[in-house]
């Protein structure tokens, strides 16, 4: 059996060169100049100086020193996309801001891979991957002849079609247009409860739509990973602005996110919330056909009908069907009550035995009054059989544990139409 504390040849060069990464190399950190305001274009507007110049910085990127180099790029998304729980950056807010700096750190190393007067044309660019009915890459990153070091092999995964990996792209569109769509429903909390979740799920079927060489581990080896997510990067930019909603962390979170992450000047994550500290800007926002009146309820409080003891919670009718189908949004506001931190089940139960569970729904600090929580479900609701309905939570770890009944006036859900501008 492997001594798990003896270092192996991989882990120890995966921390060197993340170390040396993250102290910015030999020299330290590169900042981008205060006098060039950077403004990134699409991947479409690319002149044939631009690619010729991002082809010889990615050609220097990959031939530097060690610390410095793209496999530095690489071990340092490994490390904290692909560790343990603890220090993985993904399935939570610290998914948006950790990729924002992570472009941040990469821009300067493509201006540093090329000659001060040519780093204009090195200003990185996003791939508008939405803008097509099917998936293709960027002409200047799929021409190994003319660009070899822009280019990578992006292959199906193994057992993967042409049909699957379209069905991958079709769901990443999808979930990129829910998530623009969310801009609609009012409230504080929706960046991490509602947005960046849909977002994160796009990113994935995006991951796996390219194929087998854009996985966690081996993406960033590809320079087209950095203008994918410099569009997630713009689709957020442009939500929170279209949204009015604010995109710095709250307080708590901030506490748990103070951590430098690459270089020698670098800033808590929290930082890199706020548009106004950063050294670069979008030529034009995201756009898309997203809803325009995304929301309607569909409960209501019911009163108390035949077949239940107790007053429970009714679905409006839709049409011919007690029960809506297609995407919700349900909405548990707990007001002066507070759950004990843990993992819930959400559990509605009809008349006549149908159930339907949701979640998980987390409480993530002891004792929070006024807790609000969000579950985005899509055709979940099928699974009740009436359309009166009675709401509990399910603490998942505390076996034996009574269910904790939700009153009427606590849940509501949302009915998300597809109706577009």
């Known amino acids: 059996m492997t001594d798990i504390t003896t270092p192996t040849r991989?882990?120890?060069?995966?921390?060197?060169?993340?170390?040396?990464?993250r102290a910015g190399g030999p020299t330290g950190a590169l900042q981008s100049p205060a006098s060039l305001q950077v403004v990134r274009r699409s991947t479409a507007a690319i002149t044939p100086d631009q690619a010729k110049w991002l082809d010889e910085a990615y050609k220097n990127l990959r031939e530097a020193q060690s610390g410095?180099?793209?496999?530095?790029?690489?071990?340092?998304?490994?490390?904290?996309?692909?560790?343990?729980?603890?220090?993985?950056?993904?399935?939570?807010i610290r998914f948006l801001y950790w990729h924002r700096a992570f472009l941040m750190y990469h821009q300067e190393q493509l201006f540093k891979s090329v000659p001060a007067d040519k780093r204009e044309f090195v200003v990185l660019p996003y791939w508008e991957w939405s803008k097509t009915k099917s998936l293709s890459f960027p002409c200047a990153y799929s021409d190994p002849d003319r660009y070899p070091n822009l280019f990578r092999e992006r292959r199906p995964r193994a057992g993967q079609g042409d049909l699957s990996r379209q069905a991958y792209f079709d769901i990443a569109n999808r979930d990129l247009r829910d998530?623009?769509?969310?801009?609609?429903?009012?409230?504080?909390?929706?960046?991490?409860?509602?947005?960046?979740?849909?977002?994160?799920s796009a990113h994935n079927f995006m991951h796996d739509a390219v194929g087998e060489n854009f996985g966690l581990k081996t993406s960033p080896l590809d320079p087209l990973f950095y203008c994918f997510h410099a569009e997630i990067d713009r689709v957020w930019m442009s939500w929170?602005?279209?949204?009015?909603?604010?995109?710095?962390?709250?307080?708590?979170?901030?506490?748990?996110?103070?951590?430098?992450?690459?270089?020698?000047?670098?800033?808590?994550?929290?930082?890199?919330?706020?548009?106004?500290?950063?050294?670069?800007?979008?030529?034009?926002?995201?756009?898309?056909?997203?809803?325009?009146?995304?929301?309607e309820l569909v409960s209501a409080d019911a009163p108390t009908p035949q077949g239940m003891e107790?007053?429970?919670?009714?679905?409006?009718?839709?049409?011919?069907?007690?029960?809506?189908?297609?995407?919700?949004?349900?909405?548990?506001?707990?007001?002066?009550r507070a759950l004990p931190i843990g993992t819930y089940d959400l559990l509605f139960k009809g008349r006549s035995g149908g159930e339907?569970?949701?979640?998980?729904?987390?409480a993530?600090?002891?004792?929070?009054?006024?807790?609000?929580?969000?579950?985005?479900?899509?055709?979940?609701?099928?699974?009740?059989?009436?359309?009166?309905?009675?709401?509990?939570l399910k603490n998942r770890a505390a076996e034996g544990s009574p269910e904790i009944e939700l009153l009427p006036s606590e849940v509501q859900i949302y009915r998300v139409h597809r109706r577009h501008r």
């Open 68 to 92: 410095e180099n793209l496999a530095a790029h690489q071990a340092i998304h490994e490390h904290d996309c692909v560790g343990k729980p603890e220090q993985n950056v993904h399935d939570s």
């Open 240 to 295: 929170a602005a279209r949204a009015g909603v604010d995109s710095s962390m709250s307080k708590e979170s901030v506490d748990k996110l103070k951590v430098a992450v690459f270089g020698k000047s670098s800033k808590p994550l929290y930082w890199y919330g706020d548009a106004g500290n950063l050294d670069y800007k979008y030529d034009a926002p995201y756009s898309a056909n997203a809803p325009n009146d995304a929301f």
């Open 10 to 21: 991989r882990s120890t060069l995966l921390w060197c060169a993340v170390a040396l990464a």
């Open 364 to 392: 993530l600090s002891e004792g929070k009054k006024d807790s609000e929580y969000i579950i985005s479900s899509r055709d979940a609701l099928r699974g009740l059989d009436d359309r009166y309905f009675t709401a509990s």
């Open 310 to 336: 107790k007053p429970g919670i009714r679905l409006k009718r839709q049409r011919f069907f007690f029960v809506p189908k297609g995407r919700h949004i349900i909405r548990i506001r707990l007001g002066p």
């Open 356 to 362: 339907f569970r949701g979640g998980p729904v987390l």
């Open 179 to 200: 998530a623009w769509g969310l801009s609609h429903f009012e409230q504080s909390n929706v960046i991490e409860l509602l947005f960046r979740p849909t977002l994160e």
